[in-house]
């Protein structure tokens, strides 16, 4: 397969998510990720190639990348269509669990608390940091993820399996906890009047050592009305009526 | 002129919201990056930034994991940020209070869009079984075809009710924000200081396969505060 063709297979990769459905998932835009490949393939046009990549399929949306060069290997060695849809079936749903976990559970919100960290100091970088953190890990695994896939075939799962995910999604959510805890003590600071900016008050400047315990009360407490069911944006509104309650009375 | 500059910003919306699952997913669609860049067209970005910041802390833990449909976040961005920019500069007011008072007001913006993105998927299921079909007529053309068509709509969607809500929003609030007094503006005022609150805990509890995070978050603070303390004493 010349590089060309898995440029385009990349280039259409973005793209599979574009005709997402409840009933095949992304079997559309699976399709119509490698299908450049597939013409390569088979210059006469064969139909039952186009159709069988539109079965269900459902991962990661960048997880899918090395499966799509993986099939398009297994279709260059003329794998039957029953060895290539069972390949799909047993490697996408182990795949979107690791995806899911990595790039959404661990990856995006670290990268957004490293950018929330910056936006306190108001610094404009704060975007292109996040969109730096994230999409290095992102890009590289469709980018490589794809090339990989290619060279090693129906061998792919070894190699993700080598890459050690697991293992970066446990460490890159031990150091968000830290990067949390060091975010509300940016907050105690800017409630303190410690820093300058749009942030900026000195609403607790007479006793921030209780201050730093309410604040933690407040975080811990707002934990469990999370557990119990309750969304972030519910809570606000509770705090709002709460807050303007309290100050209803105290007036 | 209302009408142009929310024409510009519903078209900027809906083509940024396809990045949110229609296409790329390069996370420009993020409330982070998406205040920002509209602040920055309203030659303001601090405050743009500020509206992300505030937006995204209220995110941070839904994840669209599998098939599940999380309320939209992308369109409340666009909505409430030039809302706040075009009401702001008509009534001549742009501070923390209109900024949280716009986000409270259309927070339902997100469950608006979440039907949308419902509506969407519900059109790929019938496009779906259609290109199946198709393909065996018109062979791989339907195929491109469809993912057109998936993109088309959504961007048209988004575009129709992101210009609605943009004007419709702009006119509210620059006859709704001259009425609050100054309880309900130290209300708000007092509000923004929450939404770090409710953001971190939201965070915390989205991290798992950690041993006990909520223990591991309070060591970390503290010794954080510890530090922080001696540090000032100093």
């Known amino acids: ?182 975010f509300l003590v940016f907050i105690l600071l800017l409630f303190n009047g410690k820093s300058s900016g749009i942030y900026a008050e000195s609403l607790f400047s007479y006793n921030w050592g209780g201050m730093s315990l309410i604040l933690l009360a407040l975080v811990v407490s707002t934990s469990y009305l999370l557990k119990k069911g309750l969304t972030s944006v519910k809570i606000i509104y ?14 | 002129m209302l009408i142009i500059v929310s024409m510009m910003m519903a078209f900027f919306g809906a083509l940024i919201a396809l990045d949110r699952t229609a296409a790329c997913q390069v996370m420009i669609s993020r409330p982070l990056v998406v205040s920002s860049f509209i602040g920055l067209v309203f030659g303001n970005i601090t405050y743009g930034l500020t509206l992300g910041f505030l937006i995204e802390l209220l995110w941070i833990e839904r994840l669209p994991v599998g098939s599940s449909l999380i309320p939209n976040e992308t369109a409340l961005s666009v909505v409430a940020s030039s809302v706040v920019f075009l009401a702001g500069s008509a009534i001549g007011v742009l501070n923390r209070e209109i900024m949280v008072f716009v986000i409270m007001l259309f927070l339902p913006v997100g469950w608006i869009f979440q039907k949308v993105d419902w509506f969407l998927r519900d059109y790929n299921s019938k496009l779906s079984s259609y290109t199946l079909r198709a393909v065996e007529k018109v062979g791989d053309k339907a195929v491109d075809s469809a993912i057109l068509k998936g993109l088309g709509l959504s961007f048209i969607l988004h575009f129709i009710i992101l210009f609605v809500l943009i004007v419709f929003g702009t006119f509210l609030v620059r006859y709704l924000y001259p009425l609050l007094n100054s309880d309900i503006l130290s209300l708000l005022g007092m509000l923004f200081y929450i939404f770090p609150v409710v953001g971190t805990a939201a965070a915390i509890n989205s991290i798992k396969s950690v041993r006990r995070p909520i223990v591991q978050f309070t060591v970390f603070y503290i010794l954080f505060v510890l530090i922080t303390f001696g540090y000032n004493k100093l």
């Open chain 1, 1 to 182: 397969m010349n590089k060309v063709v898995l440029f385009k297979v990349w280039l259409r990769s973005f793209f599979i998510q574009s005709a997402w459905n409840f009933e095949k998932m992304q079997n559309i835009g699976f399709a119509f990720s490698i299908l450049p490949a597939i013409k390569k393939i088979y210059p006469k046009k064969d139909q039952n190639a186009v159709q069988r990549h539109l079965s269900f399929f459902n991962s990661h949306p960048y997880m899918a990348s090395p499966i799509m060069g993986a099939v398009i290997r297994m279709e260059e060695e003329k794998k039957t269509g029953k060895e290539i849809e069972s390949f799909k079936t047993g490697i996408m749903g182990s795949y979107g669990a690791l995806g899911d976990s990595f790039f959404w559970g661990a990856l995006k919100p670290f990268a957004l608390l490293v950018a929330l960290l910056f936006s306190l100091r108001e610094s404009v970088w704060a975007p292109l940091v996040f969109l730096l953190i994230y999409n290095i890990p992102h890009l590289w695994m469709r980018t490589y993820g794809l090339w990989k896939g290619y060279i090693e075939g129906e061998r792919i799962g070894e190699y993700i399996k080598n890459i050690g995910m697991p293992s970066w999604i446990r460490r890159i959510r031990s150091l968000t906890l830290m990067l949390l805890s060091l």
């Open chain 1, 238 to 251: 509770i705090y709002s009526i709460a807050l303007g309650l309290f100050t209803f009375i105290a007036d």
